[in-house]
């Protein structure tokens, strides 16, 4: 869906932002471009709407090389969420989510019933919000109209770079949960920019570590939990982290969707489901087998491995 092909960017004063990258990101898909400050996310992101031009390669929206198509066409059917640049202060949330529907020529109707719905999926009620302004909103309450904005139009992409990094832990653990249901219900391909491991962990599909104008690793979260593949990726996830949350000591086994059905014939141990989830991992290191039957009375669930045990004990909410 979006293809990125040998993009290398230089920019004017010599800085190598970009080096011989090469990644495809396929549709409805959410992925997570995480790395250190500096490492070209943003160059990266801002390639697929066209806000920077690559020195050479191409990038491909849909098969289509994104030098060849009109830059403001592009972006129309492109969402855009971006931590500072926010909404436009003298217009009410109304106008501002309106934009790019407008734009589009929508009829008024289909424009209102559109918003509606993305206020509601949101959190937000549309009859208290819409006559507002943006200072009259709370930060978090900003940053949920941001992303009702960039869904407005229903643009096929959602692009977000670091959108939540400004907002307390909670609401921010919110809108992680509530960008991760719109990704599924309304079938979206999300790039997300983080810095943050645990927000990558918990809502990505796939993962893109880079460094350096490159990409160390891509992987699903469990692939990069379970085998980075060197020094650098281990640190950015954290081993300690791993351990520190391995301690919280809440989630039972009977909370859990992931289950998995019987692969191959190899051993495994009984566990009941009021089991926790920490102590199923400690059962694994401890008798070294590969996976757990999870039984609830007589019935059972399914079986759990290490690496969704893991993914569990990061992700702390499940995302549904
Ligand atoms: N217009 C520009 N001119 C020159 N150098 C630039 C320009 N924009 C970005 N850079 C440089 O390119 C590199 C990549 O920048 P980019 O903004 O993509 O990093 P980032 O990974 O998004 O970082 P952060 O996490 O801090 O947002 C940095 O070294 C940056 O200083
Ligand atoms: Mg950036």
Redesign the pocket.
């Known amino acids: 869906m979006i293809q990125f092909d040998k993009i290398t960017k230089v920019?004017?004063?010599g800085?190598k932002?970009l080096n011989n990258i090469s990644l495809s990101i396929p549709a409805e898909a959410l992925v997570a471009i995480i790395?250190?400050?500096?490492?070209?996310?943003?160059?990266?992101m801002k390639m697929i709407n066209r806000l920077e031009v690559p020195t050479s390669g191409e990038v491909y929206v849909a098969g289509k090389a994104v030098s060849s198509v009109d830059a403001v066409e592009l972006r129309k059917t492109i969402g855009y969420v971006i931590q500072r640049i926010g909404l436009f202060p003298h217009m009410s949330i109304e106008r501002n989510v309106s934009l790019v529907p407008n734009l589009k020529g929508w009829p008024k109707d289909k424009t209102y019933g559109r918003i509606y719905e993305l206020m509601q999926m949101v959190g937000l009620d549309p009859a208290q919000y819409l006559s507002k302004y943006p200072l009259e909103l709370s930060g978090g309450q900003q940053q949920r109209i941001g992303v009702v904005r960039a869904l407005a139009g229903n643009p096929e992409i959602v692009l977000m770079d670091?959108p939540f990094s400004a907002l307390d832990p909670i609401s921010r653990e919110q809108l992680q949960i509530e960008t991760k249901k719109i990704q599924k219900k309304l079938k979206k391909t999300i790039v997300f920019?983080t810095?943050d491991m645990d927000e990558a962990l918990k809502i990505a599909d796939i993962i893109v570590l880079?460094r350096n104008g490159q990409i160390e690793q891509i992987g699903t979260p469990t692939e990069i939990i379970e085998t980075p593949i060197n020094h650098f990726v281990k640190n950015f996830i954290g081993i300690e982290r791993i351990n520190r949350k391995r301690s919280v000591g809440k989630r039972m086994l009977d909370e859990f969707t992931s289950f998995f059905e019987q692969d191959e014939q190899s051993s495994y141990l009984v566990v009941d489901a009021s089991t926790l989830v920490e102590e199923a991992i400690a059962l694994l290191e401890n008798e070294g087998t590969k996976k757990l039957l999870v039984k609830k009375g007589n019935k059972e669930l399914g079986f759990v491995n290490q690496s969704i045990l893991l993914r569990a004990i990061l992700a702390k909410e499940e995302v549904s």
């Open positions: 920019f004017e004063d800085t932002a790395g250190p400050s500096g490492c070209g996310k943003t160059t990266l670091e920019v810095h880079m």
